[in-house]
T-cell receptor, first 115, second 111 residues
C-alpha cells in the first residue's frame, strides 16, 4: 500500500475485555514498531520487529500486552483484560532499515477507549 | 517510559512570526528527528538530523543537531495558519533504532 494502515481507527471496549489492533506496514518494510500516545503526551515505544529476529519487547508496560507479526508483514497488538489506563492512541510505524538513516513512517493510529 | 524534555509546551503566535522550540536529553542520540502531528493523524517527519552539529533546512523549517548530541532545536520562519499542530522531537540510537519522543509543543497561529 501507499502508507501504513491501521484498523480499527477507533475502538471502545469495556474494562476486562481483550482487544486486537492491526497494523499493515508499507510493502517491503522489514522493521515495524508499535508506540502508544496517551492524551496530551508524547509517544511511548512499546515493541519492535525486524525481519525474523526476536522482537524487542522492552517497552511493553505489562504482560497483558503482546504483539505478533505474521509472515514478516501484518502485525497485531493484543491487550488482554483491558484497564482504563490502557486508553490511548496506539500508533504503528514501519521502516526499511536498509541504513542507519532510515525513516519511520507512521500510520494514523487506533484510538482505544476503555470504559 | 523515557521522554525527552521539550519546550515550550505551547505557543500562541501571530501569522508571520518566527517560532523556535528545542529538546534536551540526558542521553546521547545518533539521530534527531522532528515530527508534526495533526489531530487524528500519525506523526509526519519534517526534518532528520544524523550528524552532531548538522544544520538542515526544509523550506521555512530549520533544525540543528547539537554538538553534544544531547539537544536539538527547530525554527519555523514566517509562520502560516497551516503550521498549527503539535511538534515532537525524537531521538534514536542503538540496535533497534526505536524513537524516544519529546513531550510535544502545541503551536497555534492566529491569522
Amino acid at each position: 500500500g501507499a502508507g501504513v494502515s491501521q484498523s480499527p481507527s477507533n475502538k471502545v471496549t469495556e474494562k476486562g475485555k481483550d482487544v486486537e489492533l492491526r497494523c499493515d506496514p508499507i510493502s517491503g518494510h522489514t522493521a515495524l514498531y508499535w508506540y502508544r500516545q496517551s492524551l496530551g503526551q508524547g509517544l511511548e515505544f512499546l515493541i519492535y520487529f525486524q525481519g525474523n529476529s526476536a522482537p524487542d519487547k522492552s517497552g511493553l508496560p505489562s504482560d497483558r500486552f503482546s504483539a505478533e507479526r505474521t509472515g514478516g508483514s501484518v502485525s497485531t497488538l493484543t491487550i488482554q483484560r483491558t484497564q482504563q489506563e490502557d486508553s490511548a492512541v496506539y500508533l504503528c510505524a514501519s521502516s526499511s532499515r536498509r541504513a542507519s538513516t532510515d525513516t519511520q513512517y507512521f500510520g494514523p493510529g487506533t484510538r482505544l477507549t476503555v470504559l | 517510559g523515557q521522554q525527552l524534555n521539550q519546550s515550550p509546551q505551547s505557543m500562541f503566535i501571530q501569522e508571520g512570526e518566527d517560532v523556535s522550540m528545542n529538546c534536551t536529553s540526558s542521553s546521547i542520540f545518533n539521530t534527531w528527528l522532528w515530527y508534526k502531528q495533526d489531530p487524528g493523524e500519525g506523526p509526519v517527519l519534517l526534518i532528520a538530523l544524523y550528524k552532531a552539529g548538522e544544520l538542515t533546512s526544509n523550506g521555512r523549517l530549520t533544525a540543528q543537531f547539537g554538538i553534544t548530541r544531547k539537544d536539538s532545536f527547530l525554527n519555523i520562519s514566517a509562520s502560516i495558519p497551516s503550521d498549527v499542530g503539535i511538534y515532537f522531537c525524537a531521538g534514536s540510537g542503538g540496535a533497534t533504532n526505536k524513537l524516544i519522543f519529546g513531550t510535544g509543543t502545541l503551536l497555534a497561529v492566529q491569522p
